[in-house]
């Protein structure tokens, strides 16, 4: 990662967000998307397009397609490219976010419309609706977002913003029914809508209070893009002290045993990563 030089604050304080380009050299982002390549042929134990085996891996196996996005964005892999680099923890000090603290996971955002189609909701609106993230982490109120495009994000699905919205407070937040509850703008902020192409290693970084979505689907709009984002209150802020440190996001342990290895699989496993070390 290449230092950042020039100071972004400003422009985050009055627009709610700033897009860094080149803040990643594109090689490093590359590899993270190669590495959820290798784990989706993995996963399917097919080689193929990365978007062609997600594809495949949602329709014929839909529960291991979510847990492997779930995995791959705990990965140490994806944490070690993208998110443990002093370079963003300056940035983030230089944004006044002073002792960053990860809110919950990172988050994937993998679009197209075939990985998004659902028979059960058919005309769905491809991506997310207008929201703001602070509603679903209510920590500290400097609170921000960092989002980052795995691939060139042109016409394919970019990130569309509210430039000064975050000034306007928290917005009431409504669930239409697809379990994404959604902010409907003013028609004053609809006014400063900002569609925010980017290319593979930009970064975005936006107020928690910023309201933004995916730009829905327009002529020209198709085809498949991939990022990612992490979320990051802050343990020196007052406001989040004030609201005991309260995050909305919740870890849950299901108790039930799904499955029971024998001890063989076991030392088997065991065994098996020993056997690669050497
Ligand atoms: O990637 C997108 O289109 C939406 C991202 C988003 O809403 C978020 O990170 O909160």
Redesign the pocket.
């Not at 944490?79 to 976010?97: A, G, H, K, V």
């Not at 342990?253 to 098996?272: A, G, N």
């Given at each position: 990662m290449k230092p950042y030089t020039p100071n972004p604050f400003e422009k985050y304080v009055d627009e709610g967000y700033v897009l860094l380009k080149g803040f990643y050299s594109p090689s490093r982002v590359e590899r993270a998307l190669e590495y959820l390549s290798q784990c989706a042929t993995r996963a399917l134990e097919r080689e193929g397009d990365l978007h062609a085996n997600l594809q495949a891996l949602r329709e014929l196996f839909p529960e291991r397609y979510s847990n492997l996005l779930n995995a791959f964005v705990r990965s140490m892999t994806l944490r070690e490219l993208l998110f443990n680099d002093p370079s963003l923890m300056n940035l983030l000090t230089q944004l006044q976010l002073i002792e960053p603290v990860y809110t919950t996971y990172p988050?994937s955002?993998l679009?197209s419309e075939d990985l998004w189609s659902n028979p059960n909701k058919p005309g769905e609106i491809v991506?997310?609706p207008w929201?703001q993230?602070w509603a679903s982490m209510q920590g500290s109120l400097n609170a921000l977002?960092c989002?980052i495009p795995l691939l060139d994000v042109g016409e394919n699905?970019p990130?569309q913003c509210i430039a000064g919205s975050h000034r306007d407070g928290l917005r009431p937040h409504e669930d239409h029914g697809n379990t994404f509850p959604e902010a409907a703008p003013t028609p004053t902020q609809q006014q400063n809508i900002v569609t925010l192409h980017c290319e593979r290693g930009d970064m975005v970084i936006f107020s928690s209070f910023l309201l933004?979505?995916?730009r829905p689907q327009s002529a020209g709009s198709s085809g498949f893009r991939a990022?990612v984002?992490i979320r990051f209150d802050d343990m020196s802020d007052e406001s989040y002290r004030n609201r005991d440190y309260y995050c909305a996001y919740r870890h849950t342990v299901d108790r039930e045993i799904r499955t029971f290895p024998t001890s063989e699989e076991i030392v088997h496993s065991i065994k098996k990563g020993n056997e690669a070390l050497h």
């Amino acid at each position: 990662m290449k230092p950042y030089t020039p100071n972004p604050f400003e422009k985050y304080v009055d627009e709610g967000y700033v897009l860094l380009k080149g803040f990643y050299s594109p090689s490093r982002v590359e590899r993270a998307l190669e590495y959820l390549s290798q784990c989706a042929t993995r996963a399917l134990e097919r080689e193929g397009d990365l978007h062609a085996n997600l594809q495949a891996l949602r329709e014929l196996f839909p529960e291991r397609y979510s847990n492997l996005l779930n995995a791959f964005v705990r990965s140490m892999t994806l944490r070690e490219l993208l998110f443990n680099d002093p370079s963003l923890m300056n940035l983030l000090t230089q944004l006044q976010l002073i002792e960053p603290v990860y809110t919950t996971y990172p988050v994937s955002h993998l679009i197209s419309e075939d990985l998004w189609s659902n028979p059960n909701k058919p005309g769905e609106i491809v991506g997310s609706p207008w929201h703001q993230d602070w509603a679903s982490m209510q920590g500290s109120l400097n609170a921000l977002t960092c989002w980052i495009p795995l691939l060139d994000v042109g016409e394919n699905f970019p990130l569309q913003c509210i430039a000064g919205s975050h000034r306007d407070g928290l917005r009431p937040h409504e669930d239409h029914g697809n379990t994404f509850p959604e902010a409907a703008p003013t028609p004053t902020q609809q006014q400063n809508i900002v569609t925010l192409h980017c290319e593979r290693g930009d970064m975005v970084i936006f107020s928690s209070f910023l309201l933004h979505r995916t730009r829905p689907q327009s002529a020209g709009s198709s085809g498949f893009r991939a990022a990612v984002s992490i979320r990051f209150d802050d343990m020196s802020d007052e406001s989040y002290r004030n609201r005991d440190y309260y995050c909305a996001y919740r870890h849950t342990v299901d108790r039930e045993i799904r499955t029971f290895p024998t001890s063989e699989e076991i030392v088997h496993s065991i065994k098996k990563g020993n056997e690669a070390l050497h």
